[in-house]
């Protein structure tokens, strides 16, 4: 099996395009697959447990668990608040891309997690 990572080509590409909603919620999506897969792999969690899992509690889970580094906890933390307030509170969408430096904020937090994507691995192997 051995290590495998995502990678967010596709979210890079619709930040740039200006489609932030669509970026936000492939950016959710691979967060919650990377991070079902650490557990899956590297913690032995059944997938039963976890498959319907929020976002914010992979989260919770890979930080208790120690399954990422400790410099990530507070972008992780800040990227669910951002995405809870858009997606599950209905906080507009255009609202924030009708205003710069929310807009600006954003786009900086989503590029930051795309990098912490793309920089982490998963060991898929079995011990």
């Known amino acids: 099996m051995g290590e495998q990572r995502y990678l967010t080509k596709i979210a890079r ?4 395009s ?30 039963d447990l976890i498959e319907n899992w929020t976002l914010g509690k992979y989260i919770n ?3 208790k668990n ?6 990530y906890f507070e972008l992780l933390r800040d990227f669910i608040e951002v995405r809870n307030a858009i ?3 209905r906080y507009a969408i ?3 891309t009708k205003d710069l ?5 954003l786009a900086h937090l989503m590029l930051k997690i795309c990098d912490f994507i793309d920089e982490t691995w998963v060991n898929r192997k079995h011990e």
């Open 101 to 105: 430096e929310k807009l600006n904020f």
């Open 66 to 71: 120690k399954l990422i580094e400790e410099k």
């Open 18 to 47: 200006g489609e932030y909603l669509r970026a936000l919620i492939q950016i959710s999506t691979d967060l919650e697959a990377l991070f079902f897969d650490k557990l899956f792999f590297e913690k032995e969690i059944h997938p």
């Open 61 to 63: 889970w890979v930080i």
């Open 87 to 89: 997606i599950h509170h």
């Open 94 to 96: 255009h609202n924030t």
């Open 13 to 16: 590409e619709d930040i740039n």
